[in-house]
């Protein structure tokens, strides 16, 4: 299944080392960048961890990064993958975000 060629996203602009507002449109992305947050959209709505897996990593945009900012069809990654029913790629982001949740650990 193809999305419309027209999905909407949003990128916090700080990840893409843009100088701009904090979130802006797709219209105001290189086509490049686009492309490749479609390409992980379509991943996750077609339930395909693999494409998700090299389409994060061809865009060269952390997990993180897209998990603060990446909105595909007016929804987050996990919620977007929740409404398309995207049952492998859900637990894949789930289990990734609980894995790399960023907490620091003192040690001596």
Known sequence: MNLPRRITFTLAATCLGL?????ASAE????HIE???IKIC????NDDRLDLRLAVKKSGISYRALANGLVCNGDDMMTFAMKNN???T????????EDNNGALTAKR
């Open 19 to 23: 100088s701009v507002a904090s979130t």
């Open 28 to 31: 105001s992305y290189p086509a």
């Open 35 to 37: 492309d490749d947050l």
């Open 42 to 45: 379509e991943a996750i709505q």
């Open 86 to 88: 995207a049952k492998d």
């Open 90 to 97: 859900h637990e894949y982001l789930a289990r990734y975000f």
